[in-house]
């Protein structure tokens, strides 16, 4: 039988071709991961009519891969998971059009401080919001989202990487030098406390702001900053060329600036995305190799006003896996 | 004397009151939980009525008015010690009817234990008590079993009620300047609990030997946070510190101390007679239900649940408690 489609299109539409001729599989995005029960049977309704083997693949990005559903059902699938796309809060242009970029990646985020007692804040909530912000966008970007130090959701490997962090409050008129947050920070953290006259001092250049000693805390000596703050790790990535971990760039940053810092990114990989890049994805590390950190961070800042507390690295040197380097494989 | 006040007038008098103490209630303080986006219910310093936590128990107790987490006893030099004033403010305490009773728990330990402590007599006569009343039970409190769940020696009782705020006044001086509908007020007290505790009545020195207190005790993480939430939990441990700039001069603090917590049993040459959390179990639970019962005629523990609340371990003392009752059978 003939069948005429548009695999560009419908890629775009983020359904994938698959190995089975005639076939593919139908991707529904869940921003940070986090949904409502009912959505399951929503995504199973839609399985069970059009999946050709009733199979579903929990993605990596955490969404759903419904496997096996015929190429020329999806004009009928896009409807059809239309109040998916409503229910998980997916910022669409146009109703019924499935999703409309398929580009930049899934914003995916560990549990956070809805369940977590170590997150710092509620991930999936600040993903959700990031998702407002930069969907529909076809440009090939990974952002995630996760609650502490922990980086249960391995966001240095994503371009962008938001580290949750609280700045430790102390009070010493509440401290009881039980020292089990110098405890705590020493076999959970980075040792950052020590005590002196039985009161604790803090060093602040050696804190990560993971919040072990306030969770330790006995008597609420220490809290959690009313201001949450976070980390901003750039340009992690895997992939065939050079896999490599995302860096530090902004420590104790605020949600705002962050978001206006990967909206600008967009902008700039306008301007510099490769001509020959194959369907126009490139890795964002790739293009700043090539144009250089401090072309980057002109476009990045635009209109960036850090508060006084934040740190950023002037410079960032990345690392990583170079599959071309072969000169260490041989003596 | 009661009296029936439109929340407007309440407020009135109790700027009065502030302006002659230092109140103190309980306080939701928001964002200071262990975890992230979670608000604890401490003591503070209320501007107006609606400041103070009506509806939740405090996770600590009013303890740390009277006993202050770090005390200063004096300061000293190279041959002089200072002791710090009393402080100038009359101080009132808003409390509920299982602080109360354990009020008189601390007033055993530091009044009537055969010598009086200056420190904490100083503040206590400068202190008076408002009661809040509790018109249902708290999750974790079991004040009907230990008899504590009413309240009657207070200065003052105060009733949040929709728009108006019901006070009974014993203290002529909470009372200055009211001018209300005067009216009979009884306070609010629960005569049911969720939790029920029966308490074992004819423990002897034979149960040291227990398995239940490995049970327990091996879940134990030795944070403390038991003894610092309970309203009778009295210990201090001692700190001499010498002022890092000079170290001639210096104070010495007395510091709430825990007996689960490591170092409590500790003396000089470095033995430590309660090594491990199975036996703090058990010196904490029988002080708690019966050692001072032998002394002042009256156990320690008031049922009030805070230590239950806020066990991170989930270590029941409810639970330990019945069991002991249990196995006396």
Redesign the interface.
Known sequence: MAMDINTKKIKRNAFRVSKKRGYGACRIRVPGGYLDSKVLGMVQEIADKYSATGKIHLTTRQGFEIEDIRLTDIPEITRAIQPIIEAVGINQKDPYTGYTESGTRNISACIG?NVC?F????TSALARKIDKAIFPNDLHFKVACT?CSNDCAKVRMHDFGII?M?MPQYD???????E?CVKGCKSLSVGALSI???KIVRDTEKCIGC?VC???????AW??S?KKYYKLTIMGRTGKKNPRLGQDWLVWADEENIIKIICNTYRFVEQYISPNAPARKEHIGYIIDRVGFEEYKKWALEGVELMPETIMKKCIYWNGIHFTDKSAWTD | MGYQFTKAEANALFQQWKERYDVYAPML????G????TD?V?YGQPDTLEDIEWAKKSD?SFKEVLL???QTLFYFTEDKTIVPNPPKKEILIFLRACDMHALTRLDDVYLKNGFEDIYYRQVREMTHFVLMGCTQSCETGFCVSMGTNKADTYDGYVKLDGETVLMDLPMAELAEGAKAEELAVTPDYVTENFEKVTLPKNLTNECFTDDIWKEFGSRCIA???CN?ACPTCTCYTM?D????DNPKNGER?R????CQ?DGYTVIAGGYDCRKNQSDRMRFKVLHKISDHEKRFGHTMCVGCGRCEAICPEYISYITLINRLAEKEG
């Open positions: 401080n007692p997150a710092n804040y509620n609650g949750g609280t010493p008129t509440r401290c009881i030098s039980c089990a002196n006259n039985y919040g306030v969770t330790k805390c006995p008597t609420r809290t959690r009313q | 303080m928001k964002g200071e262990c975890f992230s986006d604890i401490r600590y202050s987490i770090n944070c403390g946070r610092f700190q510190i010498f002022y890092n603090r510091v709430w101390a825990s917590v």
